[in-house]
């Protein structure tokens, strides 16, 4: 069974970091895109980014509202996904998924499985 | 805002059909992307119930289909049941921006 299991959420200061970490299971993770979309509370899904897989050198990508300031990785050894926060804002309130990209598609890839996502509150 | 516009809401009787619509521009759906749409019952993550514009995951009922013309894409939702009451966002690619996950703004469903 697929399982995706975000951790790492909590409140912070602004201009504070934070890292998510994200532990997969159930499926090769080193095949996989991995993304990760936030939600802002009473607000649609917002795409964050994305790490590619080992085929595809790794390459990330990331939405204009955080490029610069937050960084995804992977480490396909202990299956698992992570992003750096740094320089928080309040506007980066929201509950951060950690979503697998469907094998075989890019721009964009589906998502077909998402863990149950965890909250980041950005507040003095 | 997002370059996808969904309207915010629609709504149907049990057993009626209701379609969602995804508009875009060049830069994104008309320019050939596929459109991915997903469901998300309250309080939940968000499950992908078409990809590639009009394929069903397996365990998506056939009463969802997707579809996709010109700079639009539109989900359709038949036979409508209680538990389809939900919100649904449509995903695409869009060349002019950084990065490549857009999500639509969103369309919550409500069964009358």
């Known amino acids: 069974e697929v399982q995706l299991v975000e951790s790492g959420g909590g409140l912070v200061q602004p201009g504070g970091s934070l890292r998510l970490s994200c532990a997969a299971s159930?499926?090769?993770?080193?095949?996989?895109?991995m993304d990760w979309v936030r939600q802002a509370p009473g607000k649609g899904l917002e795409w964050v980014g994305r790490?590619?897989?080992?085929?595809?050198?790794?390459?990330?990508e990331y939405a204009a509202s955080v490029k610069g300031r937050f960084t995804i990785s992977r480490d396909d050894s202990k299956n698992s996904l992570y992003l750096q926060m740094n320089s928080l804002k309040t506007e980066d309130t929201a509950v951060y998924y950690c979503a697998r990209g469907y094998s075989g598609y890019d721009s964009p890839p589906p998502l077909d499985y998402w863990g149950q996502g965890t909250l980041v509150t950005v507040s003095s | 805002q997002s370059v996808l516009t969904q309207p915010p809401s629609v709504s149907g009787a049990p057993g009626q059909r209701v379609t969602i619509s995804c508009t875009g521009s060049s830069s994104n759906i008309g320019a050939g992307y596929d459109v991915h749409w997903y469901q998300q019952l309250p309080g939940t993550a968000p499950k992908l119930l078409i990809y590639g514009n009009s394929n069903r995951p397996s365990g998506v009922p056939d009463r969802f289909s997707g579809s996709k013309s010109g700079t639009s894409a539109s989900l359709a939702i038949t036979g409508l049941q209680a538990e389809d009451e939900a919100d649904y966002y449509c995903q695409s690619y869009d060349s002019s921006l950084s990065g490549s996950g857009v999500f639509g703004t969103g369309t919550k469903v409500t069964v009358l």
């Open positions: 159930g499926f090769t993770f080193s095949d996989h895109y």
């Open positions: 790490t590619r897989n080992k085929a595809n050198s790794y390459t990330t």
